[in-house]
């Protein structure tokens, strides 16, 4: 669990530092649980419709527990026309699960993003931040099994 | 490191730092933009080390870890000065041959240079490569010498000249003065006059006020603001603060959006080392004006690059656009009088001063001066970031510098200013590209995104793909653009199913024009552009999708996949990746395709083997009736 009270104190409980935050929170814990928006919000002194607007409303927000690896496709236009949905088909088939969700192993959640500027190495799958480029459905298996179970 | 006090001190240090630097001493440029990093620039500058190492060479040689050189395609990027050779796809076992043979005996690796596809020839010399020889790199040519985290770099190439010489010789009058007889225009998208929106803020009542660079860079597929906030920080951070001068602004932001990490890295430690030098903070190079840069990250909105959404976003608050009919430049941040570029913007700030306006005036275009950068991506050849003078055509950038289409398949269209803009056909390649012109073919210049297409993209499907990204990402706030985009969707996605009729077009068309005349910001007002560009242009497509036939075989419900039985050779191969077990056969006889357990995933298209070639995809025409009976394959002719 992060030490939110140590974040507060960074950012000076400031009502402005809403969104870094969040972001320094998440990026510890990976998610925002309830009780977490609820005690910022209590802390900060902003009602927590507030908070939980925009929390929901900045996608790199996530209010569900993420999976140990985060697996991330690019659907940027340049991913697109070089076959990106493909891709995120394949991964969708192989994790058996749909987009912003986690198996039930815990172990793998999938995501999408809009673009991540790399687009000469589209279509691009990104791995708890590792960029795997020039994707296609024979790599994504490869891949996957670099961050298995098994491989441990 | 003490802060300079004075414009002497800082050329003082700017010799010091010359005369350290041997200008015959060599130097191996590692490109470690966000690209070449992808493709494992990291380690190889490790290897580098390692095998100066082992030469012996460490110390006389320096490894330069630079921003991005811009040919992403071809990284990892090695360059070597003095010589500026260019090695392309450089891999760790590569590193061994550069040291021993280019290092050591000045001989060059022929494996490693530009080959010219249409040629045959090989290239040494990085400017000679026709993706750089056809360039213009006003802003971005000093990424490839510079060492983002070094301020020494960016002083020895005559860094911070446009700031001393602003704060000492030029009112802030002046500045804007400079920059509307340059004619800068905003380089994020809507290209309006910056030093206008630069004099309109300083006369707006109020402060304090506030200047703000846009990096949001929403637009999927442009990354040039990325490369020039990671491999140059300073220019971007010193056109900032010549900008706060110029409004009486003494705190700027700069605002990254969340997938850029390596951006904010770079940046905040520009920022403190412009802090440590005196170039920033309290009594700038004792000229007495004072100013400080905070760096605020997104959190992943599109609709947070809009200036009013920025603002509020920096604010703390939900990232939503409001109604302009007061503007930002009187009330932005805080209510208070706020500028706002984007980054490109600001990086022509410092030559402008540095060059003087009439230098700056003669590159471009009538109504578009200087260059432009462009992230060329998609089909063609030659991805990556392109900088050439505005008014440069299509076909110089898409042929000249991106070397034209892949496996020799036929361009299609260019999809210029992101989701945003529009789709221009081919008669449009001999187009000079400028704000101007792009606006009357229907698209726009948008942050520079290029997208080719060749004949394999659906426009239809793209239509689709750009209303589904701006639906997904239209903040609600208002009807026009929350529930028309959701419609128009919803229609495109009977046409790409091959539900439609003509009247649903028609029907496409009208909302179209409603989402562009009653939306409240840009977001709504410019999102129907892709889909009123395909109808302008490719209505022969919609029209065909209305007959049940996708021309670009991508739409899944209006095609089928079918083994040719003349060219199956019974591989298998098919069979065995098949997620659905649809396809039957044995192995050595023709393979056959059960068409209602077909979930037309793509996958026997893929692996069926390139000299086969039996996979094919059909729409529009009924697929030929097989029956699986063990057919013995006919061995292909060669």
């Not at chain 2, 030093?195 to 803020?201: A, D, Y």
């Not at chain 2, 996605?493 to 009208?510: F, N, P, Q, R, S």
């Amino acid at each position: 669990m992060a030490n939110i009270d140590n974040i507060l104190k960074k950012h000076g409980y400031k009502k402005s530092e809403l969104i870094p935050i969040l972001q320094d929170i998440q990026a510890e814990d990976r998610w925002l649980p309830c009780e977490t928006l609820k005690y910022v919000s209590e802390k900060l002194d902003i009602p927590l419709i507030d908070v939980y607007s925009l929390a929901t409303f900045y996608k790199s927000f996530s209010l569900k527990p993420r999976g140990k690896h985060v697996v991330t496709a690019c659907c940027g236009t340049a991913c697109h026309v070089r076959g990106g949905p493909k891709v995120l088909q394949e991964l969708q088939n192989q994790l058996h699960i749909d987009v912003d969700e986690t198996t039930p192993d815990k172990h793998f959640t999938l995501e999408t993003v809009r673009c991540l500027g790399a687009c000469a190495l589209g279509p691009l799958v990104v791995v708890d931040g590792k960029y795997h480029g020039q994707m296609n459905t024979k790599k994504v298996a490869s891949t996957l099994k670099k961050y298995s179970k098994k491989k441990k | 490191m003490t802060k300079l006090k004075s414009t002497s001190e800082l050329e003082k240090l700017r010799k010091k730092i010359i005369s350290e630097k041997d200008p015959k001493k060599r130097c191996i440029a590692v490109c470690s933009g966000t690209g070449c990093l992808a493709s494992g620039s990291k380690h190889l500058s490790e290897v580098f080390q390692e095998e100066l190492k082992k030469y012996k060479l460490s110390g006389k040689m320096e490894i330069r870890k630079t921003g991005c050189h811009g040919f992403c395609e071809k990284g990892p990027i090695v360059l070597i000065y003095p010589d500026e050779i260019c090695y392309l796809k450089v891999k760790a076992t590569d590193v061994s041959d550069i040291i021993s043979q280019t290092i050591k005996e000045g001989k060059i690796v022929d494996r490693l240079l530009y080959t010219d596809p249409n040629t045959g020839k090989k290239i040494a010399k990085e400017y000679e490569i026709p993706f750089y020889k056809n360039q213009n790199r006003l802003i971005f040519g000093n990424n490839s010498k510079i060492d983002p985290t070094s301020i020494e770099d960016y002083l020895a190439l005559g860094g911070y000249t446009a700031l001393a010489k602003t704060l000492f010789k030029f009112k802030p009058e002046q500045v804007i003065e400079e920059v509307k007889k340059a004619e800068l225009r905003g380089r994020g998208g809507g290209g309006f006059p910056a030093g206008k929106k630069w004099e309109s803020t300083r006369k707006a009542s109020g402060e304090p006020k506030y200047i703000i660079v846009n990096c949001d860079e929403g637009d999927p597929g442009a990354f040039m603001d990325r490369s020039l906030m990671e491999g140059n920080p300073h220019l971007v951070l010193e056109g900032l603060i010549i900008g706060g001068y110029a409004i009486g602004s003494h705190e700027g932001f700069i605002y990254v959006r969340q997938e850029y990490p390596l951006a904010v890295e770079n940046t905040e430690l520009a920022i403190k080392k412009a802090e440590e030098l005196g170039l920033l903070g309290k009594n700038i190079l004792g000229s007495g004006f004072d100013f400080t840069i905070s760096i605020h990250r997104g959190a992943g909105a599109f609709v947070s690059g809009e200036s009013s959404a920025l603002m509020s976003a920096i604010e703390g608050k939900v990232g939503e656009p409001r109604s302009k009919y007061v503007h930002t430049s009187a009330k932005g941040l805080w209510d208070k009088p706020s500028n706002l570029n984007n980054v490109e913007t600001f990086a022509n700030v410092p030559i402008i001063i540095n060059k003087g306006a009439e230098w700056f005036r003669k590159i471009g275009t009538e109504g578009s001066k200087g260059t432009k950068i462009f992230s060329l991506v998609g089909k063609v050849n030659n991805t990556g970031l392109v900088e050439v003078p505005m008014g440069t055509t299509l076909r110089q950038i898409i042929y000249d510098i991106g070397g034209g289409i892949p496996k020799e398949k036929k361009f299609k269209a260019v999809q210029t200013g992101g989701p945003s803009g529009g789709c221009l056909p081919e008669k449009f390649l001999d187009f000079p590209v400028d704000f101007d012109e792009l606006y009357k073919a229907g698209s726009m210049m948008g942050s520079g995104g290029m997208i080719v297409m060749d004949e394999d993209t659906c426009m239809v499907d793209l239509a689709k793909y750009f209303t589904n990204f701006l639906a997904d990402e239209s903040c609600g706030k208002c009807v026009p653009c929350r529930e028309g985009l959701r419609h128009m969707l919803k229609i495109l996605e009977d046409i790409t199913a091959g539900k439609a009729t003509k009247e649903h077009v028609a029907h496409l068309e009208e909302l179209s024009e409603v989402v562009r005349d009653a939306s409240l910001c840009a977001l709504g007002q410019s999102a129907p552009n892709p889909v009123l560009s395909t109808l302008r242009y490719f209505r022969d497509e919609y029209d065909a999708h209305i007959r049940g036939e996708c021309p670009a075989k991508v739409c899944k419900n209006l095609i089928a996949y079918y083994i040719d039985p003349e060219r199956c050779q019974g591989c298998g191969l098919c069979r065995k990746n098949c997620p659905t077990n649809a396809i039957r056969g044995e192995t050595k006889t023709v393979h056959v395709i059960n068409q209602e357990k077909c979930i037309k995933c793509n996958t026997c298209f893929d692996v069926c083997p390139k000299n086969f070639r039996a996979v094919s995809k059909l729409s529009g025409k009924p697929v030929p009736t097989l029956v699986n009976d063990g057919t013995p394959i006919k061995p292909l002719k060669r």
